[in-house]
């Protein structure tokens, strides 16, 4: 089926790599399993095969496909590890200027709902995981204090909460230095710490662990702060790249680097693509494969003709989103993971909108709920969802917006009709209803209504997503 022109604005290769990532979910092909033969896939999505081998190029960068050459070869499943995803929040986040602080506060509303949850769902492995992490510190043996979090948010039982801690425990780690890494006192005290909050998980306790790492946490952002080094580190965001991976990436590593240390100036030339070639000492192919990978993060754009070059780009929120949901949906998310963790953002998100709310604010709502009344149904499916994305930019805080923003397009495009529906339409009347609740709620700054009926609205939703 030839891919529709309504997006012309976007990179056919962009176009088709999305495509086939959507096609790979819907028939739930598995690690190993084939999509299809080159030439199958030119005739199923109706492109050149220069197009095609633009698009598989992204698709092995997101780590969801590559090509295996030979007899029986073709388009292969691959199992992303998150690295894409990683890199496109960071790149998105560097380019909004998101701070220490916006992180540290996603983390700890999250950390703390994975330490309550673990609790709630512990079992014998799991016992025996934490307590054998705690003997390691106490030992010296344990190379990463972070390692804690990130079993805690594992063990928590939703692998969709567990992606988000990781990520915001590394993107931490690109702002901070390496906490207590040569500093005796803060790595005992960071010990024990991890050992009183095992104790409660381990006994159950989940009311207890929540309050524990929420005080770990706070104190990690108090030595942060009296630490704070002066300078990004941008290695922890495109990692030195291994031995087999191509020249291409470590190239476009370098731009990111350079676009990054120059203020991100939208618009600006960063050379020709002679000067480039020079510059970075590579040919032509392998300077275009570094373009592909830097338009695919929005990091830079290549221009063709005289005075063409590559010119510093403003990435969009789309891109990162797109790569956390490739991830996600490998991963298994099952809709009961994805509202669990919508709940526990989307309560943040409230509790921000209305500590800060203000008349601007309060029209920017009033204009969605005007958006919604007028939408027909087929357009309903898509700007029905725009209250909660608006809701988590209104917060302020930029990763709270972003998580909202993932969170979201995976309730979006796993959208299904409920067997026990009693037809195949969206309650349309029903969520322009709540959503008005819960607007009113919000405007009369009523914190315990507004979360109250943003729960019930996200539990309802959930039915209609598989």
Same mark, same amino acid.
């Given at each position: 089926?030839?891919i529709?022109?309504?997006?012309v ?9 999305e ?5 790979? #979910? %819907?028939?739930?092909? /598995? @690690?190993?399993?084939l999509?299809?033969?080159? *030439? !199958? +896939?030119? &005739? ?7 197009v095609f ?21 073709g388009?292969?499943?691959?199992t992303?590890d ?14 909004g200027?998101?701070?220490l ?9 999250l950390?703390?709902? #994975? %330490?309550?949850?673990a /609790? @709630?769902?512990?079992?014998?492995a799991?016992? *025996? !995981? +934490?307590? &054998? ?15 804690l979090h990130?079993?805690?948010a594992r063990?928590?039982g939703?692998p ?31 010990c024990?710490?991890h050992?009183k909050?095992?104790?409660?998980i381990?006994?159950?306790d989940?009311?207890?662990?929540a ?9 990690? &952002?108090d ?6 080094p ?15 991976q191509?020249?291409?990436e470590?190239v ?5 680097a ?7 100036r ?31 993060h929005?990091i830079?754009s290549?221009?063709?003709g ?5 010119f510093?780009?403003?990435?969009a929120?789309?891109?990162?989103s ?12 099952q ?14 998100v409230?509790?921000?909108?209305i ?16 958006v919604?009344?007028?939408?027909s ?12 994305v ?8 930029r990763?709270?917006a ?33 959503h ?5 709620a919000?405007v009369?700054?009523?914190s ?19």
């Amino acid at each position: 089926m030839p891919i529709p022109s309504a997006t012309v604005s976007r990179k056919l290769a962009s176009i088709v790599s999305e495509k086939i990532g959507a096609d790979i #979910a %819907a028939r739930g092909l /598995a @690690e190993g399993e084939l999509v299809g033969s080159e *030439a !199958e +896939l030119l &005739a199923q999505y109706d492109v050149s095969r220069a197009v095609f081998r633009e698009a598989v190029r992204l698709l092995e960068h997101q780590q969801s496909a590559r090509m295996r050459r030979g007899p029986g070869g073709g388009l292969v499943v691959t199992t992303p590890d998150g690295e894409s995803a990683f890199n496109a929040a960071m790149v998105y986040l560097l380019h909004g200027r998101a701070d220490l602080d916006e992180v540290l506060e996603v983390r700890l509303v999250l950390e703390a709902s #994975a %330490a309550l949850l673990a /609790a @709630e769902r512990m079992h014998a492995a799991g016992i *025996a !995981e +934490l307590n &054998a992490l705690v003997q390691r510190e106490r030992k010296g043996l344990q190379a990463d204090a972070r390692d804690l979090h990130g079993l805690v948010a594992r063990l928590s039982g939703n692998p969709a909460l567990d992606f988000f801690v990781d990520l915001l425990t590394r993107m931490a780690r690109v702002f901070t230095p390496d906490v207590a890494a040569d500093d005796t006192v803060v790595r005992d005290a960071t010990c024990g710490a991890h050992a009183k909050i095992v104790q409660s998980i381990v006994s159950g306790d989940g009311a207890t662990a929540a309050t524990r790492m929420e005080r770990h946490l706070r104190a990690e &952002a108090d030595y942060i702060a009296a630490h704070l080094p002066s300078s990004l580190r941008l290695g922890s965001v495109f990692s030195a790249a291994p031995a087999d991976q191509k020249l291409g990436e470590h190239v476009a590593r370098a731009v990111f680097a350079d676009v990054v240390a120059s203020g991100w100036r939208v618009g600006a030339s960063l050379g020709s693509e002679a000067e480039l070639m020079a510059h970075y000492d590579v040919s032509r192919a392998i300077l275009r494969e570094a373009a592909r990978l830097l338009e695919h993060h929005g990091i830079a754009s290549m221009r063709r003709g005289p005075g063409g070059g590559l010119f510093v780009a403003a990435p969009a929120i789309d891109a990162t989103s797109a790569a956390a949901a490739v991830y996600l949906d490998r991963r298994g998310v099952q809709a009961r993971h994805l509202f669990e963790l919508r709940s526990i953002v989307e309560m943040a998100v409230l509790e921000r909108v209305i500590d800060r709310l203000d008349q601007p604010m309060i029209d920017r709502l009033r204009a969605v709920q005007d958006v919604e009344r007028a939408a027909s149904t087929d357009r309903f499916r898509v700007v029905g969802h725009d209250l909660h994305v608006v809701l988590g930019e209104l917060s302020g805080n930029r990763v709270l917006a972003l998580c909202t923003d993932v969170l979201v397009r995976l309730s979006r495009e796993r959208g299904a009709v409920p067997a026990d529906a009693p037809d195949a339409e969206l309650p349309t009347t029903d969520v322009v209803h709540t959503h008005d609740r819960i607007v009113d709620a919000i405007v009369a700054r009523d914190s315990e209504k507004a979360r109250a009926r943003m729960n019930r609205h996200l539990n309802a939703l959930a039915r209609w997503v598989r």
